[in-house]
């Protein structure tokens, strides 16, 4: 039988010239984050079932890939639903594995412990245009760092990322889940449905206040709450400082720390950025996943309106795991949506070693075949890349697709002119 | 329900320390490889599972992680067996995915096309101390190169990177499977047998030659037949030099271009190397796959005795992917076992950057902590790798812990003294 040729639906195959573009974002990430003083760690791309259904991960529970049991455990005729015959899954997203990975390793990790996470997830999503089920995900987090001098660190090793980049322009919006809901309780929601209104609230940069005041009076919430919840996004489009605006309006619904804590990070980004973006604070910010307890934010690219990435801070997490809970803050850049920016933009390499084909005429061997690679390996040595290569029956075509590859230049070798030189 | 704190069984989390030399490793074995002309590429970390099983993989395809059908496609209450719940795999190694990869991409690859990939494979073999179930592989493959400047080329494109990475003293061993044939051939082996033949041979090293018969009487084959295989080995341990004594004795039965390939191989190797090691001809060398075809090399360690990564031609299997075979020849190092050398050898990475720790006093906020953090910023921005981090109760621990991390110096700030500036 034939083999199929073709990726598993949904995943695909990274041609050389994306790999450039992305082993040099990967070294760039690494070192750069690396003068943060993250330090990179892996876990197994597989997690026990149990840890990625414990409702941490939102909606991606529902796309995980997942592995079959092996050997006398796996017994599939008398199996009646996927319990029987699974124990492990592809995790979902970085931050699960993390969690469980400090909670296993406290004893030996620095406090603060600063993590550095660059790897695959998998999601089992519908396949559409530009989205995989494979994905990298590059996050970085802090364990042990109640002070906001952790959001400060991660949205400056984050942004000075970018830069180096080439990224300019960019915002970084930022909010509080504690200010979210305080704005939600004062207006009289009650707490089981913050995630609801959340949901319609993270849609004001699409369907605007009126849209908003719309969908939350469809889904049942009385006219007085949605009115009182909207004058404030009202008031706040007028005031000259929102969080000033928040801290009187919302009185002693709202520990000034809050206000407080946001101000500082923006200031504190603002006094030490090295590179060119805004921080702004964005009370419309929402940030999908409910594990968030403190202060949330995003990356928005000029002109794309979307998010590429973001994160936010989760002091609640490590105690599922331990019993005992440990602050913790991390942000996650959109990997793949920076490659494809970059990709897309004509992104070329700074100083990439020269690259040179040596072409060699069949029927060079022996003593003049070692010579060539002689010379190949002195260059190398000198930082040239240098491939050695028969040369084709079809030459041209041959040097078209090494320019297209990126080599600026070719030595041709020729049987009889080594044999007389 | 608490969570599981551990991770999945065989299988393990990176700690920090690990990772830097396994990033240190992987960025030297990027820029090395990438001198030599190979280019990255990746494929999806799973296949579809007839792929994984069609013989290729030999044993390791006994041990794939199979991953659940997904959706309508599911039935387990009614399924009878794997096959109907199962539809993609794990994969077990990085040929299999490359020669895939190789025949969906072709069009738009170079001729030759040098490939380097780094990825994990899964195996769910019995886990055992110092063997896992998830590990990286790192293998070089060039497609479309018939001569033996494909060997030459991966030998001395491995051997430059382990010189690189400080191994010295190493040993590449090589043999070709037409040579093996051949001595199993001339000695009266039938070709159904040859598997069985070179898997006792492969013990040589342990059992030595009376071993090697006694197993060979023991399965079975005629006395004669074994004696005569002997025969050749016991010559060659006699002979000058062991390529000509085998042309001389096996004369029809092989093709004079083995002998003189392996021959240039070894003199062209021995002509342009860029590290401390010797290349040897090693008649008793057989490589487990049976899906090699010409040359078969291995890398041993000095004093280890054991095989640190191999590899070889294999010129039959795009054939099975596209109808039309295409030369290939590759050489995977054993990237698991290399980390291993280097981190119980005490490896230290050259050229890391100096670490500093600004461990700043509880309180230091607002704009004293903004003047600690632009500090830090225009430190990193000069190479360094600064950590700030908030000093903790127990001070001298915290700095015993960051004095194991690499850093090797600290600043300490304090709310009073910074408030007079």
């Known amino acids: 039988m034939a083999l199929s040729k073709k990726p598993v639906t949904g995943m695909r195959d990274i041609l050389p010239g994306e790999m450039q573009v992305r082993d040099y974002v990967i070294g760039v990430i690494k070192e750069t984050y690396g003068r943060f003083g993250f330090t990179s760690i892996e876990t197994p791309c597989m997690e026990n079932i149990a840890n990625l259904s414990n409702k941490q991960g939102g909606e991606n529970e529902k796309l995980i890939f997942k592995v079959l049991k092996r050997g006398e455990k796996l017994n599939v005729a008398q199996a009646q639903e996927e319990g029987d015959v699974v124990d492990f899954g592809m995790r979902y997203d970085l931050t699960v594995p993390l969690v469980r990975y400090y909670s296993n390793n406290a004893a030996q990790l620095p406090a603060p412990f600063k993590a550095l996470q660059m790897g695959n997830v998998w999601r089992a999503d519908r396949p559409q245009r530009g989205r995989y089920r494979q994905f990298m995900q590059c996050d970085i987090d802090i364990f042990g760092e109640e002070s906001n001098l952790a959001e400060i660190e991660l949205i400056l090793a984050t942004t000075t990322t970018l830069g180096k980049l080439g990224f300019q322009g960019f915002e970084i919006r930022i909010n509080d889940r504690q200010l979210l809901k305080a704005m939600a309780s004062s207006s009289g929601f009650s707490e089981e449905d913050y995630d609801s209104v959340f949901i319609t609230l993270d849609k004001m940069d699409k369907i605007g206040m009126d849209g908003v005041k719309a969908e939350l009076l469809e889904n049942g919430f009385a006219p007085d709450i949605a009115e009182r919840y909207l004058e404030l996004y009202r008031g706040l489009e007028q005031a000259e400082n929102g969080l000033d605006y928040l801290r009187e309006k919302l009185g002693e619904n709202l520990e000034s720390s809050v206000t407080e804590g946001l101000r500082e990070i923006i200031e504190s980004v603002n006094a030490a950025k090295a590179a060119d973006f805004r921080i702004v604070f964005d009370p419309t910010l929402v940030r999908g996943m409910s594990y968030y307890t403190g202060p949330i934010f995003e990356i928005v690219m000029p002109g794309l309106g979307i998010s590429c990435g973001g994160g936010g801070r989760y002091d609640k997490m490590v105690g599922k795991f331990t019993g005992k809970d440990v602050p913790a803050c991390g942000f996650s850049i959109g990997f793949e949506r920076i490659i494809l920016l ?41 930082g040239v890349q240098v491939l050695v290569a028969r040369m084709n029956k079809n030459k041209k075509f041959q040097k078209e697709q090494l320019t297209a590859e990126g080599y600026e230049a070719f030595v041709e070798f020729y049987r009889e002119a080594l044999k007389n030189g």
Do not use: H
């Open 342 to 382: 970059l990709t897309e933009s004509g992104f070329r390499i700074p100083n990439a070693p020269k690259r040179i084909a040596y072409l060699v005429e069949k029927g060079v061997e022996g003593q003049a075949m070692a010579d060539v690679i002689a010379k190949a390996q002195a260059a190398r040595e000198e």
